[in-house]
């Protein structure tokens, strides 16, 4: 049997102090993914239930862990996402990608409408003005950000202030925290006697990530330059390039494995060591939510709910620092929320667009191409367009599914937790479907050397069972 790979040379992996620039990726990916799973899922679980399921949030850390690093693993050896591997596997015509593809649209837009409902209803609470409107602006906002590439220096501007404020959540969690003992009783596996799934489940399929935001650590890692980047991109390359695709299935050819092992294992460590350090740090920022959520407010009885669920969350920090801490934890959503409204579109869109391009290279040669392809075609002749290329497809997914449907949910559904709650379980329900395909990918597609070990394939295994368990329960429990 054979083994395909595109890469064929390895960029030298940083050695000494030099790697610690390179651990930024986990960093970054805490800080876009640290979002509604902590400063509004987690808050309403501790209110419900204190401590009880902190041992269920280190498993699922534990597991989002094991997740992203195989993500990247694939994009270190091959040099190809995470799509293109599976746009290798046998059987259907890209058959995975679209079963990817799909979901992927329904969750990015309710995914981006929530995010912006919990910012318009942090801003209409405190601002004059409807709630609506400002989740409305925000949108808007984001969009034309994301879509012109403006964005990037408030992103990164936005990230700074994420995560002074973050450390401010931890301080405030530091202040209240109980004894020890009291907050360890939650590490002993049980389940709340009155536990619903309808408020875990999306907690569950938030912390730290999304399903597509486990694929999009290995973008970061990919376009940062890990292992030499991806084949035929430059780091930040988003033009049509297809130097990359060497064969019908796009994963290189069957000369043997030309490799240079020790560069590719040292990358993989580096990665390895990066994805620890982000959901450490994500982990650290979850739990001081829950125990803002447990000593603030399940005392009082508040679950954080409705229209008015940032009021409900102010008092995180109000209660520690007063009327400061209010503007504080407004600060908090603003920043966190709104950076990771941005981050999603540009995530997504660049998911999209990577998408669009598999899904559509075998058509653009027949002479029937078919309805996407013809138009394409047919809007390239009229304007000039480069209708074909990765940036224009990014735009036009940015615009329409993270921009425009995400506005007309918004004005169907006024409730941001239904809205995200919703998305939460969607998450949760698709993400292991990608766990055990990505599983499949590693374990197929790259050199025997480089593939996950037995204790990580049993752990991706866990992974996707575990998340395949909590999506049939539910949905039992919901049409039921």
Not at 127 to 140: E, H, K, M, N, V
Not at 325 to 345: D, E, K, P
Not at 454 to 463: D, E, G, S
């Amino acid at each position: 049997m054979t083994y395909k790979m595109v890469r064929k040379h390895f960029s030298h992996p940083p050695e000494g102090l030099a790697r610690m620039r390179w651990y930024g990726p986990g960093l970054l990916w805490m800080l876009s993914a640290v979002g509604t799973g902590s400063i509004l899922f987690t808050p309403r679980v501790a209110a419900a239930y204190q401590y009880e399921l902190l041992w269920l949030l280190f498993l699922v850390v534990f597991f989002m862990w094991v997740m992203i690093r195989e993500m990247a693993r694939f994009s270190i050896v091959s040099g190809c996402t995470m799509l293109e591997g599976m746009h290798t596997l046998p059987g259907p015509s890209n058959w995975a990608v679209w079963v990817i593809f799909v979901p992927q649209l329904f969750a990015a837009a309710i995914g981006i409408a929530g995010l912006s409902a919990v910012v318009g209803s942090a801003a209409g609470a405190f601002l004059p003005g409807d709630r609506t409107l400002y989740a409305l602006l925000t949108i808007g906002l984001c969009t034309l950000l994301t879509t012109t590439g403006r964005y990037l220096f408030i992103e990164k501007v936005s990230r700074v202030l994420a995560g002074a404020l973050l450390v401010v959540t931890v301080v405030a969690a530091g202040v209240v925290l109980p004894s020890l003992p009291e907050v360890s009783s939650g590490l002993a596996v049980s389940w709340p006697s009155d536990g619903e799934l309808y408020v875990i489940m999306p907690w569950v399929g938030t912390i730290l990530a999304g399903s597509m935001g486990i694929v999009w650590f290995g973008y970061w890692t990919a376009t940062r330059g890990y292992g030499g980047g991806l084949v035929g991109r430059d780091k930040d390359d988003e033009a049509l390039n297809e130097s990359n695709i060497e064969s019908e299935k796009g994963i290189g050819d069957d000369s043997g494995p030309e490799f240079e092992l020790d560069r590719a294992r040292s990358w993989i460590k580096v990665m390895t060591r990066a994805a620890l350090l982000g959901v450490a740090a994500g982990a650290l920022v979850i739990c001081s939510f829950m125990v803002l959520g447990a000593e603030l407010l399940a005392p009082e009885g508040i679950m954080p709910e409705g229209a008015d669920v940032a009021e409900d969350l102010t008092r995180l920090y109000a209660d520690i620092w007063g009327v400061a801490g209010t503007w504080m934890m407004l600060a908090a959503i603003f920043i966190a929320l709104g950076g990771s409204v941005l981050a999603n579109q540009d995530g997504w869109g660049r998911s999209f667009a990577d998408m669009t391009l598999i899904l559509i290279r075998d058509r653009r040669k027949a002479e029937s191409p078919g309805l996407a392809v013809g138009a394409l075609r047919w809007l390239e002749a009229r304007t000039g367009w480069a209708t074909f290329e990765r940036i224009f497809l990014k735009r036009v997914s940015i615009i329409l599914v993270a921009g425009l449907v995400p506005a007309v949910i918004i004005l169907l559904f006024r409730d941001p937790v239904e809205v995200m709650s919703v998305s939460g379980i969607i998450a949760a329900a698709h993400t292991p479907f990608i766990v055990l395909t990505a599983l499949l990918v590693n374990q197929t597609r790259l050199p025997p050397p480089l593939k996950p070990g037995w204790v990580t394939t049993i752990c991706m295994a866990l992974a996707g069972t575990f998340y395949l368990g909590f999506a049939v329960v539910y949905f039992h429990s919901f049409f039921g």
